[in-house]
Each structure stands twice: as structure tokens, then as C-alpha cells.
């Protein structure tokens, strides 16, 4: 068992407390701009960078990925909780909780069972066209609120886009000035010196010009007061119909956050070369998902941005998370009126490039040039999550998945093997198209498992192969198994109808390579009864054709 906070010592320590103070400086402007984005106020925020990020950096096996909620779950949040209440009522803070705690559940139940392979489903286009769309969405609300005009953030993205259009006339030329600036300060400290928290000083520094100069009284809109003390434990009371309302969100944001984090945690593991536990990480995000609705919060995911950042400031542990925890709670018990001021155009800043690259421009660019109809699928998914909705957005993108899996296994490999003439040899060459691997002896390899979506094509490829030798000219099929490592019911069915083809044939069948799961699997099914399996294609092509005409099948300097 991984002891918590595994990988401090006294040599690295304060390092990691720099790296704290420094995630400390970014996490709080964000958060209470994803707060405002899930449609909560931003006590919301920020009480999920205190219970829940303790309990999940004791219990995590990552020693890097950062748990916190992000601008791809806020806009989750808001677009599934928006139609079920009004965007700040009692009933939608009350709803967030609720989903929160479902998605814990659901981590949890993924860790029991160990079903975080379901994620994979999740391939790159899909994500990159699911969290893209949700990321132009939510840029439409921070686009509004750096032009100082109002919108409908409960609105669908075209009424979102309609009332920027129809309110530029109000457009606050203060507003505007200072996200200008804001965006120029948070672009250029990121590319020439990423180490300073440029988040918190632009906060900083256009709170400082609001009140010195009193901008909030010509039009400019600030965040206002924020309450006082530490997270409250609670529990959402709502009705039954209402948690199952929100079970199709959860599972999209427990998917998302899946993929995401089991995929970054990976990374940075073998990157530094500390262990990593999959299912551990799961149930690290069911708890604190769960301690997220029990006490404000709404549902938390992992923060690649974030991960990244503390990996360049040198840090390896988890310990940064627990000085983002204190530095919050201390935040909200004796600094809240400093927040107060903060200019909403510079929250809106802050998100907004925050998003840029969730956008995910330069990866359609790279799928357009890579594979089209993989661009197809995120765009697709894309547009659907962008115009209907992030729920039929998720939906859809399993679809795809699955389309895009039933295409590529429908048409795998399937090669008649030809035989090189050397004795000691088992892994055959491809043959030319109408020949046989040796007289009267055609080995074909399948390199996919045996499944519903390729049985037919197999058993039309095994026929077209043999008829393409010509009549009488095969009377042996060995099947090379070596690449199939399972056979389902409906592939046991075409093959089953293959055997009958073969037997009306006299064409005797057997088999080699044969992987010890898949044998038992092949006998389970019935497709394998009194036919030969052998240890390699060489031995099958030995023993079922004659010497004498072995030796004349062989090239003339092997005779």
C-alpha cells in the first residue's frame, strides 16, 4: 500500500511548497471563474480546493495529477443542471451537489469493478470534439463578460451567441480596456516566463485600478461580496425523480474525467518512473466527489493545465495540494473582502485563455492531415455537443466510437501464407493473390479476433482463396490463430457455416497457433471437435503434405 504524500522528503520540501504557494496563485482566480461558468457562486469554487482536494491527494496513487474542477465540467454542469432549474436558485446549487455525489458513486463503482477501461472509448477525436464544443460555449460567456455586456448563461450556445450580438451596443469601452490588457498581460507572461502566477496579478492589478479609480461605479461589473467562513457539510434533499434526472450528466462527466486523468496520470508516471494504480485513482475521485456535494462544491475532474504547471515547477508529490487547501481555507476565513472588487472582464480574461487550448484547433488540424474520417468523428461530435447539447453530445460519441471500431475491425488482415522453404521456420510470408502456402495446402491468417463485425468477411476471404487456386487444387485449410484472441457467438456462427462450405468440398480443416484462451473458447463454441491443431504453421504444411511433393515446393537451391 502507497503511503500518502509518497515521494516527500526533507531534501525536496521546499520545492514543494513553492510549487504550492504557485498552485495556490493559480487555482483560486480559476476556480471562481468555473464556478461562475457551472452557473454557482464562487464560494462553490472554492470550497472544492479544500476538503476534496485533501482527501483525494492522501488517497491518490499520482503523486502529480491535480483534482479540481475544470472550464470543460463547468460548462457540463451548467448545461445539464440548466434545464431542471434557474441558473443561481437554491434548487440548482442543491442539484450541482447532487450530481457531484453521483459521479462519486460512479467512480467508486468503476474502481470496485475495475471498469475504467470504459474510457477508452473515449479515442482523441472524440474528446477533442466533446471538450472543443463545450469550450466555445463557454467562450461566448467570457467573450461577453470582457465586452461588459449581458447575457443568458443558461441559454443554449445559438441563445447565448444571439443576445452577445443583439447587446453589442452596450458594449463598456472600461470593460473592454481592461481585458485588453488582462489577455495581453496572461499571453506574453506565458510565453516568456510561465513560472509567474500572471492569473494573480492581473487580478490583483485590475482590482487595484477598479477601486482606485472607482470603474465599478461607471459600468464595470465585479464579482461582489463573497461569504465568509468554511465549508459547510451538507446534504442535497431532493426528489427521486430528480437524481435520476441527473444520472445521464454524471456518467458523462464521470467518463470524461476518466479518460483525462487516467490518461495524464499514466503519463507523468512513466515519465518520472513512480507507480501508478489505476483503480486506486478512481476511487480517489469518488471520494472526492463525494466530499464535494457534502460540503458546496459541484463535481471535480482532473486539471491537465494545472498537472503541467506543477510539474514544471519542479514538484513530485502531492503536498502542493494540501498547501492549496490551507491557503484557501485561510482565504475564506479572513480574506474575502479582498475579493469582492475583482473586475468580472478580468475573470473573463482569465477563463478565456485559460480555454484557448481546449478548443482543440491545432488537433483537427493535425487529425484533418493524419485521418479524415477520424476528424470526421470529432467534428461531428463537435457540432452535436456545440447545437444540442453536452448529453446527446456524449451519446453520440459512443456511437461514433463504436462505428469507428465495428469499421476498422470489419476489415482486418487476412493473408494466405506462403511458405519460405525453410524447415525451422513457423511465421510464414504473405502470398501472392491465387496461390497456396504448399501443394494442396492453403494456411490463411486472421490478425483480429473473431467477432460479429468480421466472421462473414473471413469466411467470404477463406472461400474466395480457395476458389482463387482453382478447382481440386486445395485440400488441406490450416487456420492461423496466433493474432486471435477471442471468438465470439455470432463469429462462431460464420465460421460454423464456413466448416459446412469446406466439408461439401472435401477440404479438410485444422488449425495452429492456437493462443490456450482461445482453444478452450474454440472447443466451448463447438468449432473445434476432431480437427488438428498444430504448435506452428511449419509442422501443419510437414504433416499434411507429402515429402516428396514438399521437396518440389521448395526453390531450387534449398533441393
Given at each position: ?547 516428396s511433393a514438399e521437396r518440389e515446393s521448395l526453390p531450387k537451391e534449398d533441393q
Amino acid at each position: 500500500m502507497q503511503r500518502p504524500l509518497a515521494g516527500l522528503t526533507r531534501r525536496n520540501f521546499l520545492t514543494e511548497l513553492t510549487a504550492g504557494v504557485t498552485l495556490l496563485a493559480i487555482a483560486i482566480p480559476l476556480n471562481i471563474g468555473y464556478a461562475q461558468i457551472a452557473g454557482l457562486p464562487p464560494t462553490a469554487g472554492l470550497y472544492a480546493l479544500i476538503v476534496p482536494t485533501i482527501v483525494y491527494a492522501l488517497v491518490v496513487s499520482s503523486r502529480q495529477l491535480v483534482a479540481s474542477p475544470d472550464a470543460a465540467a463547468a460548462a457540463l454542469v451548467a448545461s445539464s443542471i440548466g434545464g431542471l432549474a434557474a441558473a443561481g436558485s437554491a434548487d440548482y446549487a442543491t442539484l450541482a451537489l447532487a450530481q457531484a455525489i453521483i459521479c462519486g458513486g460512479m467512480f467508486v463503482l468503476l474502481a470496485v469493478f475495475k471498469l475504467g477501461f470504459l474510457a477508452n472509448f473515449l479515442s482523441k477525436p472524440i474528446l477533442v470534439g466533446f471538450v472543443g464544443g463545450l469550450a466555445l460555449d463557454i467562450m461566448v460567456s467570457q467573450v461577453a463578460k470582457m465586452l461588459g455586456v449581458k447575457i443568458d448563461s443558461g441559454k443554449e450556445f445559438t441563445g447565448k451567441v444571439a443576445d452577445l450580438i443583439g447587446g453589442l451596443a452596450t458594449i463598456n469601452l472600461w470593460a473592454v480596456l481592461i481585458s485588453v490588457c488582462s489577455v495581453a498581460v496572461l499571453l506574453l507572461g506565458r510565453r516568456y516566463l510561465r513560472a509567474i502566477p500572471w492569473a494573480l496579478i492581473v487580478l490583483v492589478a485590475t482590482t487595484l485600478v477598479v477601486v482606485l479609480t472607482g470603474l465599478d461605479q461607471r459600468g464595470v461589473a465585479v464579482l461582489g461580496e463573497v461569504p465568509a467562513g468554511p465549508p459547510e457539510l451538507t446534504w442535497p434533499m431532493i426528489d427521486w425523480s430528480l437524481w435520476l434526472a441527473l444520472i445521464p450528466s454524471a456518467i458523462a462527466l464521470t467518463l470524461v474525467t476518466t479518460a483525462e486523468g487516467l490518461l495524464v496520470s499514466r503519463s507523468y508516471s512513466e515519465k518520472h518512473g513512480y507507480p501508478f494504480h489505476a483503480n486506486r485513482d478512481l476511487f480517489a475521485f469518488g471520494i472526492a466527489n463525494v466530499a464535494a456535494g457534502a460540503q458546496g462544491s459541484f463535481a471535480v475532474g482532473s486539471s491537465t493545465s494545472r498537472t503541467a504547471a506543477m510539474d514544471q515547477a519542479g514538484s513530485r508529490t502531492q503536498f502542493p495540494a494540501l498547501i492549496l487547501a490551507v491557503g484557501t481555507l485561510l482565504l475564506l476565513l479572513f480574506g474575502t473582502a479582498l475579493l469582492a472588487d475583482i473586475p468580472s472582464p478580468a475573470i473573463g480574461a482569465i477563463v478565456g485563455v485559460a480555454i484557448i487550448p481546449l478548443l482543440g484547433i491545432r488537433d483537427f488540424i493535425d487529425l484533418w492531415r493524419k485521418d479524415r474520417f477520424e476528424f470526421l468523428i470529432g467534428a461531428t461530435c463537435f457540432l452535436v455537443t456545440l447545437f444540442i447539447g453536452s448529453i446527446p453530445g456524449i451519446l453520440v460519441a459512443f456511437v461514433l466510437a463504436l462505428i469507428n471500431i465495428a469499421r476498422r475491425a470489419s476489415n482486418p488482415a487476412i493473408d494466405v501464407l506462403e511458405s519460405s522453404g525453410d524447415p525451422g521456420e513457423s511465421l510464414l510470408e504473405d502470398a501472392p493473390a491465387g496461390t497456396v502456402t504448399a501443394p494442396g495446402v492453403i494456411v490463411i491468417r486472421l490478425a483480429a479476433p473473431l467477432f460479429f463485425a468480421n466472421g462473414a468477411v473471413f469466411s467470404t476471404a477463406v472461400k474466395d482463396a480457395i476458389r482463387s487456386a482453382g478447382d481440386r487444387a486445395v485440400q488441406h485449410l490450416v487456420v492461423d490463430m496466433e493474432a486471435v484472441t477471442d471468438v465470439d457467438v455470432t463469429g462462431a456462427e460464420s465460421f460454423a457455416s464456413l466448416k459446412d462450405w469446406l466439408a461439401a468440398r472435401s477440404v479438410s480443416l485444422s488449425f495452429s497457433r492456437v493462443r490456450p484462451n482461445t482453444l478452450h473458447r474454440l472447443t466451448s463454441l463447438g468449432l473445434l471437435t476432431s480437427e488438428d491443431v498444430y504448435s506452428t504453421n511449419r509442422s501443419a504444411i510437414t504433416r499434411l503434405v507429402p515429402s516428396s511433393a514438399e521437396r518440389e515446393s521448395l526453390p531450387k537451391e534449398d533441393q
